[in-house]
């Protein structure tokens, strides 16, 4: 853990975990260029390498950083003054700012790349954070949705996927799944296409889409099995606060690394080390001890012949 090139494989790792692999196309759009995603994606890569590098190492500051990497285009994007240059500089940012940037779901790269060209992609977002950091699986729904008809006035995007989508719309069958990824996607909608902040957005309905409607990206963050992980959450800087002591985002990190390292999921032979391994992270989140502690452990060096653990 001591060489340089750790925290460049942390945080590729990282990157992985997130759904961000390094490289992941992201398109220019209307509003954002080449140059600006390429800015995102060092933002995002220079300020978890400087966690793994300089910082604590842990879950929590890879998600709640308190700083962020910007040049004075990027930071001009996010409306934060006082950056100068062209070369990407580490930012502290005072609570305010905190709030919204920096970290794993609140750099620009996350929200951009699940967009679309003139909108977000709410249902895309809460799937990728669901799947991706948390590990839940979601079977596929071949049935057409038979959504219940829009109201006579304008709504947004996390009102529309409710009625397309919702408990009473094709009998609650696409309800199953996506109760869980649609509210979950909609504690990001203060992030728009390009991943600048809003309050509100423009009605989806025809008739009404030059009609400003509100954005409300607060809620219940619901866990897997139908309580809840957070009673309220304001937006997705909740969900970021939530991951380091969720113990399924835990295990979902454990597992992913030996994937990562292995290139295979844990067996049965690993996977104790690898529930070991998550309960150490629940206590000090410290992701350079995760990795030491499984590339070092015997089950990374000798894998018995049995079939994966379920």
């Known amino acids: 853990?001591?060489?340089?090139?750790?925290?460049?494989?942390?945080?590729?790792f990282i990157s992985f975990y997130a759904g961000l692999a390094p490289g992941i196309p992201v398109s220019p759009r209307p509003g954002l260029d080449a140059t600006m995603i390429a800015a995102?994606?060092?933002?995002?890569?220079?300020?978890?390498?400087?966690?793994?590098?300089?910082?604590?190492?842990?879950?929590?500051?890879?998600?709640?950083?308190?700083?962020?990497?910007?040049?004075?285009?990027?930071?001009?994007?996010?409306?934060?003054?006082?950056?100068?240059?062209?070369?990407?500089?580490k930012i502290p940012l005072t609570a305010e700012q905190a709030h919204w940037r920096g970290g794993v779901l609140n750099a620009a790269l996350f929200p951009v790349k699940y967009a679309n060209n003139h909108s977000t992609a709410l249902?895309?977002?809460?799937?990728?954070?669901?799947n991706s950091l948390f590990c839940q699986t979601f079977a596929s729904n071949a049935i057409r949705p038979d959504p219940d008809p829009y109201p006579d006035r304008p709504i947004g995007e996390r009102e529309k996927w409710h009625i397309n989508t919702g408990p009473t719309a094709s009998e609650g069958t696409c309800w199953t799944c996506?109760?869980?990824?649609?509210?979950?996607?909609?504690?990001?909608?203060?992030?728009d296409q390009l991943a600048k902040l809003r309050d509100t957005e423009l009605g989806i309905n025809e008739g009404y889409t030059d009609q400003e409607v509100p954005i409300d990206a607060s809620g219940e963050?619901?866990?897997?099995?139908?309580?809840?992980?957070?009673?309220?959450?304001?937006?997705?800087?909740?969900?970021?606060?939530?991951?380091?002591?969720?113990?399924e985002a835990m295990m979902c990190l454990a597992s992913g690394f030996y994937r990562y390292a292995m290139g295979a999921r844990?067996?049965?032979?690993?996977?104790?080390?690898?529930?070991k391994a998550r309960d150490t992270l629940l206590t000090d989140g410290d992701v350079r001890?995760?990795?030491s502690t499984l590339l070092t452990a015997e089950t990374m060096n000798r894998r018995l012949d049995e079939e994966p653990a379920k």
């Open 40 to 89: 995102m994606r060092d933002e995002f890569r220079m300020t978890l390498e400087d966690n793994f590098r300089e910082g604590s190492g842990t879950v929590r500051e890879a998600f709640n950083p308190g700083y962020t990497y910007l040049n004075e285009a990027l930071a001009s994007h996010y409306e934060i003054g006082g950056v100068t240059g062209s070369a990407l500089k």
């Open 1 to 12: 853990m001591a060489d340089p090139r750790s925290a460049q494989q942390l945080t590729r």
């Open 221 to 247: 963050f619901i866990d897997t099995s139908g309580g809840n992980w957070v009673d309220h959450i304001d937006d997705v800087r909740g969900i970021a606060e939530h991951v380091a002591d969720n113990r």
């Open 266 to 275: 844990p067996d049965k032979s690993s996977l104790k080390t690898v529930s």
């Open 123 to 130: 249902v895309m977002r809460g799937f990728v954070i669901r």
């Open 289 to 291: 001890k995760l990795a």
């Open 178 to 191: 996506h109760k869980f990824f649609n509210d979950t996607g909609a504690s990001m909608e203060h992030f």
